[in-house]
Every structure is written in C-alpha cells, then in structure tokens.
C-alpha cells in the first residue's frame, strides 16, 4: 500500500518521507516547492528523497483539487496520508495573510475531502502547531488547554485545520490525527527559522535580532524525534467505535529551555561569537512554549530523545556541510 505524503520537500516532510521509505513504505510525496523561503534548498531535500527506492514525487499546489485528484487516481492503493504541507511562519502571515487562507484552511480542506473521496483511508495525519495556545500562560501546554485566542493568522489556521479535521471524521468516520508541533530544528533545517537564521548571522558577522530582550523560552525539538512521533502516530490510528474517530497530541521535547543557551551553544559549535541585537516582542510572538506529552507516550509511544546539547552540534555540522564552511 501507498502513503501520500504533502510537503514531501520540506523540512519535517523530507525526514518523514525518508523514515517511511526506509522502512519499506511506497511513498507518494507533493510539494509546490514554493520561493517562501530559497527553492534550492527544497530542491535539495527533493533530490535526497527521489534518489530513494520507493518515493515518487508530484508537484503541485496542495489547494488545486483537480490535481490531488490526478495524483489520487494515478495511486489507487494510498490508504494513509501524512499531511505536512503548509504556509509556515508567524511573521510572514502578518504580511501575506491571503497565503495562509489558501494553503492552510483551502489546502487542508482539500485534503480532507480526497481522504473522503478514498473513502478507504486507514488514517490521516496532519501537522497542527503549539501556536494554537497562543497567550495561554499555563505551562506546560496541554492538549486539553483552551485554544480560542490565536495571537497571530498562523495559529488561528492551524486551529482551523484541527476543527475541520474533527468535523470530517465526525461526517465520515476518517480516523484523524492532529500534530501539535514545538520548534523544530535540525539538519536541512528552514532558513526562516531561528537555529540557521542565527548560524548564518553568527558566520557571517551580522548581528542577530534577539526579541524580547532575550526573554524568551522554547521547546526547541529535534527533526528525528518529530519525524519518528509522525510515523509513529500514523501506525495508531484511533479507534472508531462509540467516538469521533479524530485525536490532537503534542510533539515536543518537553523541556522549555532559554532562547540565549540555545544561541549560546550555537556560538559554541561554530566556535563565534554572536553580536546580540536585542528587540522587543514582535507581533504574533509568545513568550514562552512548553510541551506536555504525556498522551502521545500513553497513546503511540513517542519519547524525544535529542536535547539541545547534543543537536545543535550536529545542526552546525549540516550548515557547514551544506554551505561550504
């Protein structure tokens, strides 16, 4: 049987992808390979994943029904499906709103209704965000917390996926799975993101924008742990008996650890210091994140197992690598 995998060409779709083919998984994987962020680099997890056995790659918009359709037709046997594909970043969507209308509430719905018109998908797993707790001061974030103050567009479209999803397994008895998502970083890692944005800045001796004040803590997890939390989470489907068939956990690595030791140990595998430009809270920002994941290791087994310490050396390792250092 076949897995269709969106957003195969990013940065957790291309770990997923790769961890399903490696154990033995037929893997279809689409992307737009859109210029939010450098195109090359997509190609180049791209080119990783069609060098495997076993992976297949579309291109196309996640929102174009008409051509999930082909991709459905031309894959008669796809009975699960690992939906990453999104507008990412908090910031952009200030700017680009219309950007995330479309591929996060449009393209999720579309997804859901190819689910239905399968009509014999086994599970369904889709990436939600730790933005939906959006102000929310008790920590650590819980997925029985409220979650009907989004502070930024993102956050409020990622809700609306999870609630779309709950109305579709409700309808029609698609076993759902919503992902909760918490800093992710890691090798081939997105340009966008705080782990290369200060890589870059610190090798090339810019300053590096520090909001807050520097006042900030994450719950930075890494891509293998996250990649592994999907592929388990896709092989424990819930149950459809007396119940809407649709779940929501956190992934993360459930240690809310200080934005400036994260910059510090940064500073110390590139062996630079960093010229700090302090900021203030930005916009859509929240001060702090923090998963409980007691559910997801109940439920699938999840257990990160890479602290900072020991994966931002190797993250280092792949921009050098990557870039030439």
């Not at 990436?127 to 009907?148: H, I, M, Q």
């Not at 809310?256 to 110390?268: F, G, K, Q």
Request: with cysteine; glycine share 8%.
């Amino acid at each position: 049987m076949t897995i269709l995998v969106t957003g195969a060409a990013g940065f957790i779709g291309m770990h997923v992808s790769a961890a399903l083919v490696d154990r033995g998984e037929h893997v279809v994987g689409f992307d737009n390979l859109n210029d939010y962020y450098d195109a090359g680099l997509k190609e180049a997890r791209l080119a990783k994943l069609t060098a495997l056995k076993g992976f297949t790659a579309y291109r196309g918009d996640i929102a174009d029904s008409e051509t999930i359709g082909k991709v459905i037709d031309n894959h008669p046997d796809i009975d699960r499906v690992v939906h990453l594909a999104a507008q990412a970043g908090v910031r952009y969507s200030l700017s680009h709103p219309e950007a995330y209308i479309q591929c996060n509430v449009v393209g999720h719905g579309v997804i859901l209704e190819a689910c239905r018109r399968i009509g014999s998908v086994k599970h369904l797993v889709y990436a939600s965000s730790s933005s939906v707790y959006g102000g929310n001061t008790k920590l650590p974030f819980a997925v029985e917390d409220r979650v009907d103050q989004p502070v930024s567009l993102y956050a409020a479209t990622k809700r609306a996926g999870e609630l779309m999803s709950h109305t579709y397994s409700h309808l029609y008895a698609i076993p759902a799975t919503g992902l909760r998502l918490f800093t992710v970083y890691g090798p081939w890692g997105r340009p966008d993101m705080s782990a290369y944005i200060f890589a870059r800045k610190i090798f090339a001796g810019e300053p590096i924008p520090v909001f807050n004040h520097g006042k900030m803590k994450r719950d930075f997890t890494y891509v293998d742990d996250i990649a592994a939390g999907v592929v388990a989470a896709l092989d424990h489907p819930p149950a459809a008996q007396g119940a809407v068939p649709h779940r929501l956990y956190n992934l993360g690595n459930h240690r809310s650890e200080p934005l400036l030791r994260y910059i510090e140990l940064i500073e110390a595998a590139i062996g630079k210091k960093a010229k700090i430009d302090l900021q203030p809270m930005q916009p859509g920002d929240v001060k702090e994140t923090y998963a409980d994941i007691e559910a997801s290791r109940r439920d699938f087994g999840f257990e990160p197992k890479m602290t900072i310490d020991e994966g931002i050396p190797r993250f280092v390792a792949w921009f050098r690598d990557y870039h030439g250092l």
